[in-house]
């Protein structure tokens, strides 16, 4: 039984976390579409594809 809830428990941490880095990376993206930059555009475009 400890070694599910110890399971469990990495579950939730790792979602969280991946959670943390989905949001960070969305308000990264919303910032640089305020640049008219296209290439920084072309950039984030391709890192999302990756």
């Not at 809830?5 to 308000?27: D, H, Q, Y």
């Not at 984030?44 to 594809?49: A, F, P, Q, Y």
Request: charged content about 30%; glycine content about 2%; hydrophobic content about 40%.
């Amino acid at each position: 039984m400890t070694s599910l809830s110890v399971v469990a428990g990495k579950e939730v941490f790792l979602l969280r976390f991946r959670e943390s880095v989905l949001t960070k990376r969305i308000i990264f993206q919303k910032k640089n579409e305020h640049s008219d930059n296209p290439l920084k555009k072309v950039s984030s475009m391709l890192i999302e594809s990756l």
